[in-house]
């Protein structure tokens, strides 16, 4: 598979992971190398891409210092595929393949080209619509945000319209990835995914148990991105 290289998104020390990883990519054909992750935590400066009351404001809370860091490694990585100029898969570093992986990949590669950006994985079972089936698995449209960016496919071209749509940062890195209107890369989906999670906790990301914005707050969030699409030159939530 040399026309596809595979980068694996990993915290440096990250042992026991590595290994697995390791185990992993070696059942298949793939190009791949560690992309040492951003170490949220370690962040003595807040980058300059996030603007944490204005987060706070429209997304309604401020993300952590491992959303942040996820964030900023999955930057890396699109940047990566831009100055490599090959489509790239990104991993983070706690998945496994399913059976049907490098078939899946093989069927994205021979049989069907008119896609920017394909999702490998997905956390939240959501409808899809069929574009093109070729008997054991199908190319999707997921009607609706299945999360999760633990592996996904990008050509290079969708690589630079997600670095051009993330000047700013201000929601988690899977919602971003499935936020259409701001950067206009549709991510179709393989279905089955051929890739699933370890289920251990992120090392680079984390989902605190975040209440629902309501009431007052939620129409105040409301108010502001409304202003925020009407004032601002690049808003944050266009519709």
Known sequence: ???????????????????????ELGKTHLEWRFLDAVRGSALVEVPAEYKPEKVKALLGFELTPNELGCFLSHK???????DKNIPTI???????????????IHFLST???DWDAIRLQGLSDVPQECILENGQMSLVRNVGDAVGATAYLLKPTAAKKLIAASNDIYEPLDHFLEHYQ???VEFLAISPYPVDITRVQSTIADRPERLPIKGWAKLKRSILRTLDRQFSENPWFPK
Do not use: T
Request: aromatic share 12%; with cysteine; glycine share 2%.
């Open 1 to 23: 598979m040399s026309d596809i290289q595979a980068l694996v998104i990993s915290l440096a020390g990250s042992d026991s992971r590595q290994e697995k990883v390791r185990a």
């Open 76 to 82: 890396k990585a699109w940047q990566e595929c831009v």
């Open 90 to 104: 990104i991993f983070e570093d706690d998945f496994y393949f399913l059976p049907h992986f490098e078939e899946a």
């Open 111 to 113: 049989q069907c080209n």
């Open 182 to 184: 701001k950067h206009h």
